[in-house]
């Protein structure tokens, strides 16, 4: 049985959290960041129906991150903006840098944009105003470099274009300030 005072402090905290929850939400907070793999993130129990989407069944990735964060590069692939959607689609995890997506992220070829959350070895699309979104192509000639502009779903993003380049062997990505390896 707990004390008075011990139990006088649990309902303190009780409210607090559920004021804190409240308060997050009416202000727009999203509460995605990094989960550690303890908890579902709040937008990853839902799942669009479409080919991306990998049911609880689907085998654990297991890769090691580091080791293919660290492969030497590969060439550049050549290519123009109408090609870009198509060489972007898939999953990427963050090696490093100043990543405007602020973690691991899906592209798809609609142009469609997904933060991701690693959730009991499998990767979970985010759908929230700031996790999810979509993006453009600027139009260019044939090159290794090409420019996307995000857009979030609540109407944000970087107000400038993100650069990038997509090597093929291994499969890595630059975009932005960030630098990416490919999710099986």
Known sequence: MLSAAAES?????VRIGIV?????????CSL??????????????YHP???MYHPP?????????DAACKAPDGAAIVLDSSQVAAHLAGRWWICGGAAEFFGNVEFTVDMQFY???????QFVRNLGPTTSGTYSVDPSPPGISFSIHQKYQDGSGATYPL??????????LLLG????????
Not at 177 to 184: D, E, K, R
Request: glycine letters at 12%; proline letters at 9%.
């Open 9 to 13: 402090r649990i309902v303190s905290a």
């Open 20 to 28: 804190g929850m409240f308060a997050s939400v009416l202000t727009g």
């Open 32 to 45: 995605y960041f990094d989960h550690g793999g303890q908890s579902v993130p709040p937008d990853a129990m």
């Open 49 to 51: 129906p479409d080919a």
């Open 57 to 65: 069944d689907a085998p654990v990735v297991s890769i090691d991150f």
């Open 115 to 121: 933060m991701l959350s690693n959730v009991n070895g």
């Open 163 to 172: 650069v990038g380049h997509i090597e093929e062997t291994p499969r890595k």
């Open 177 to 184: 300030g960030g630098y990416y390896v490919a999710i099986p």
